[in-house]
């Protein structure tokens, strides 16, 4: 698949390095540029691009950045994007001690995904979002292994969905269908299933357990 990846810090390095071991053609880019990414591009074979053009002809765009930088992503980012494209949203929103207080979120009560989706201008299917970056290289198994993670996966499109679900699988994860966008609060920080390190049959019910009131330390 033709992916490509905005941020390159710890998540979308890990899934850089992870998804060009698999084989896909991946196009990776910073807020610094693509001369800050030639030992990543050197390392793995992906594309080091700027933000512009991660998306350009991408069938799957990840976006991996800080929660408040989301709205500094260029209009038009996604023009030239293949048909269908699936936009996978990992982001968490950490108002004390990264983003600040986003008014929307706080106020309106939308979960952070909804809220990256409409900055973003298109649907976006939540996953990662409670994985450890370092997870995603050393915890990855082949399918029915014993120790196998499973991953929650949110989104309203379910063509898309079942794109991200799969390529979860392919990365060595199990995934579950954690609803659509307005129940991802359930896989929110400090939720249950947030950094769990289980199975399917785990997440499903750390899923069904997680409170909708926003933890104090995670209000802004
Ligand atoms: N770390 C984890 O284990 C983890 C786990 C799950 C989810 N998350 C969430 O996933 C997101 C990424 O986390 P991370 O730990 O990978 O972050 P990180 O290590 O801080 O890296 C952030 C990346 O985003 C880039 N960036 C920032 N603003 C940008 C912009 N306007 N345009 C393009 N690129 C921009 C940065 O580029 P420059 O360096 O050039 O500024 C950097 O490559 C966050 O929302 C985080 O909460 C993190």
């Known amino acids: 698949m033709k992916i490509g990846i905005i941020g390159a810090g710890n998540i979308g390095g890990n899934l850089t390095r992870r998804l060009t071991a698999l084989g896909h053609a991946v196009s990776v880019a910073n807020s610094r540029g693509p001369e800050t990414l ?18 350009r002809r991408a069938e799957l765009v ?22 269908g494209f699936v ?5 968490n929103y950490y108002p004390r001690q990264r983003d600040g207080r986003i008014a929307a979120v706080e106020d309106e009560g939308l979960t952070e995904s909804r809220w990256t989706e409409r900055q ?8 990662f979002n409670g994985t450890y ?6 915890r990855h ?22 794109t ?25 920080p400090d939720t249950p299933v947030y950094g769990l390190r289980e199975g399917a049959d785990a997440v499903t ?3 069904a357990e997680a409170s909708p009131v926003r933890p104090e330390a995670f209000r802004g």
Request: aromatic share 4%.
């Open 120 to 127: 973003l201008g298109h649907p976006v299917i939540k996953a």
């Open 62 to 83: 990840v976006v991996t950045i800080p929660f408040k930088s989301v709205p500094d992503l260029p209009a038009g980012l996604f023009d030239e994007a293949a048909e």
């Open 141 to 162: 198994r082949p399918a029915g292994a014993a120790d196998r993670m499973a991953l929650p996966v949110a989104g309203d499109d379910t063509a898309a969905k079942k």
């Open 87 to 91: 936009v996978i949203d990992t982001n």
């Open 38 to 55: 030639t030992a990543l591009a050197e390392e793995t074979g992906a594309t080091a691009v700027t933000v512009a053009e991660a998306a």
């Open 133 to 138: 970056a370092q997870d995603i290289l050393d």
């Open 205 to 207: 019910k750390a899923l």
């Open 164 to 188: 991200v679900r799969a390529l979860v699988e392919e990365l060595g994860f199990d995934s579950v269908d954690a609803g659509g966008l307005d129940d991802s609060w359930r896989q929110q």
